[in-house]
């Protein structure tokens, strides 16, 4: 077991607040790619660019993508989210699709600095009633029974069907009509 998580910034779950309930807002603001025309390294980044940088703008419109060539330096590409956050990431000898996967995780990312977590559920308005469960409101016998239980096995409203009670409500309401004189 490794002790990288004591190096880790820990903190609660956080959202970019009020995303998706209008519409959804991507939070990648801009992508830089810098890269080598000849240098070997740089080779998959290339050939991201000729072949995948097109479908890629084009499913991605909020996104502003920048290429940067520059000679005899290692490849990378930087991502800068709405809230201000930057992330590097070294792409020296990343084949096409390396660079493809990496660039969808980014796109899918909030900005929020990758963290260890406190608890996994958190709220600014805490409750002292404790943290709702399918089983909280029900039977304490069922976490001892044996099924199949006879009893347990029933349904639990053995009350008319709604279909039943319309039918009940139909003949209370209904007026039978007088004897229509004949002409």
């Known amino acids: 077991m490794s002790n990288s998580h004591l190096f ?17 807002i991507p939070q990648l603001q801009r992508i830089t790619l810098k890269f080598c025309k000849n240098q070997g390294g740089s080779r998959g980044v290339r050939d991201f660019i000729e072949s995948d940088l097109m479908d890629f703008a084009k499913n991605n419109p909020g996104t502003v993508v920048y290429l940067k060539p ?3 330096r290692s490849p990378c590409m930087v991502a800068e989210y709405l809230n201000g956050e930057r992330e590097y990431l070294s792409c020296h000898e990343f084949s096409r699709d390396e660079v493809h996967k990496w660039l ?34 029900q039977a304490p016998e069922i976490n001892l029974a044996q099924y199949p239980h006879d009893i347990l096995s029933k349904p639990a409203n053995q ?13 209370k309401t209904q007026i039978k009509d007088p004897v229509k004189p004949e002409h």
């Open 104 to 137: 969808s995780y980014m796109c899918t990312r909030s900005g929020i600095p990758v963290m260890r977590f406190r608890k996994y559920q958190h709220t600014d308005y805490p409750s002292i009633q404790g943290v709702w469960n399918p089983f909280t409101h």
């Open 70 to 72: 520059r000679r005899h």
């Open 159 to 171: 009350g008319p069907t709604a279909t039943e009670q319309l039918i009940e409500i139909f003949k």
């Open 8 to 24: 880790l910034q820990s903190g609660f779950i956080r959202t970019p607040l009020q995303n998706g309930l209008g519409r959804y």
